[in-house]
């Protein structure tokens, strides 16, 4: 059963620092099924990167990602006050179907 | 513009059939070009996708939940349906509706979610 840590699980910036997340999976992923969601409180999530590095519509061009095989990795520079959140990385297995969230990392002012 | 609304019963009692319907307006929810899926949310949790159907009536389940779990779709109505049995405490979440493309691997655009109380 594939499972994903998310790492750390609290990040406290400050605006205008430098964020990396990082996502470790139990098994080698498909690079494609990578995804990474913003929540904020009382909100859905919303997608951020798609494709481990594609951003999603919408998405300021301080966020972005890297990562291959079993680490994966979301980056945003330049923290704006709107980007304090719990992000979440997601990966989808094509057989058996199924999607995987981490646990969240909460990027805290 | 895709929109995605939950609804269905806030509060619900244990061993009782829980029942969610997500209205889908702005895309057509018949085309093959999407999946349809259910997520939820425990309160200060994270997320866990519950399953997933496509316009044809193809469904997959979370292996951990597929013993209590249907989801079904109503193209007349663009709506597709989740049915959970025998809830317990433990299935109180937030229930999103979300949609996903099919050649990707990753939810798009979600419902705002409706909070469902055992």
């Known amino acids: 059963e594939m499972q994903l840590t998310q790492s750390p699980g609290t990040l406290s910036l400050s605006p205008g620092d430098r964020a990396t997340l990082s996502c470790r999976a139990s098994?080698?992923?498909?690079?494609?099924?990578i995804a990474w969601y913003q929540q904020k409180p009382g909100q859905a999530p919303r997608l951020v990167l798609y494709g481990a590095s594609n951003r999603a519509t919408g998405i300021a061009d301080n966020f972005s990602g890297s990562g291959s095989g079993t680490d994966f990795t979301l980056t945003i520079t330049r923290l704006e006050p709107e980007d304090f959140a719990v992000y979440y990385c997601?990966?989808?297995?094509?057989?058996?179907?199924?999607?995987?969230f981490g646990q969240g990392t909460n990027l805290e002012i | 513009q895709l929109q995605l609304h939950e609804s269905g019963p806030g509060l619900i009692r244990p061993s009782e059939t829980l029942s969610l319907t997500c209205s889908v307006s702005?895309?057509?929810?018949?085309?093959?070009?999407?999946?349809w899926g259910w997520i939820r949310q425990s309160p200060g949790k994270g997320l866990e996708w519950i399953g997933s159907?496509?316009?044809?009536?193809?469904?997959y389940y979370n292996p951990s939940l597929k013993n209590r779990v249907t989801i079904s779709i109503d193209t007349s109505k663009s709506q597709f349906s989740l049915k959970l049995l025998s809830v317990r405490a433990a299935d109180t979440a937030v229930f999103y509706c979300?949609?996903?493309?099919?050649?990707?691997?990753?939810?798009?655009?979600w419902g705002r979610g409706t909070l469902v109380t055992v």
């Open positions: 098994q080698s992923v498909n690079i494609n099924n």
């Open positions: 702005g895309v057509p929810i018949s085309s093959s070009n999407y999946y």
């Open positions: 979300a949609r996903r493309l099919s050649a990707a691997g990753n939810f798009d655009s």
């Open positions: 997601q990966q989808y297995d094509s057989s058996p179907r199924m999607y995987t």
């Open positions: 159907v496509f316009y044809s009536g193809s469904t």
